[in-house]
């Protein structure tokens, strides 16, 4: 397996307590959330840690709070 880092902002929201969620589907699915936080102009999340078997991956992250909600565009992935 390799250790991974998935970090995220989310950008023209800037407010803390919102949830980020990372889904990751491969040979497996896996779901992990963080919490969102104020920082200088923007909503970062906190980074995720995951481990991945070796293979072809597709990630996609959202954000969810009481003002807003959103999700990214799915990026897909190898590894070695």
């Excluded at 250790?3 to 307590?17: K, Q, T």
């Excluded at 699915?29 to 920082?39: A, E, V, Y």
């Excluded at 102009?41 to 991945?52: K, Q, V, Y």
């Excluded at 293979?55 to 990026?75: E, F, H, L, V």
């Amino acid at each position: 397996p390799k250790d991974l880092r998935i970090s995220a902002y989310i950008s023209g929201i800037f407010e803390d307590n919102g949830t980020c969620t990372a889904t990751i589907k491969g040979s497996t699915t896996i779901i992990k959330s963080s919490k969102g936080f104020k920082n200088v102009s923007t909503t970062d999340c906190e980074p995720i840690n995951i481990s991945l078997a070796p293979g072809p991956w597709t990630i996609n992250m959202s954000y969810d709070s009481i003002n807003a909600k959103g999700q990214s565009s799915t990026i897909t992935f190898g590894v070695n």
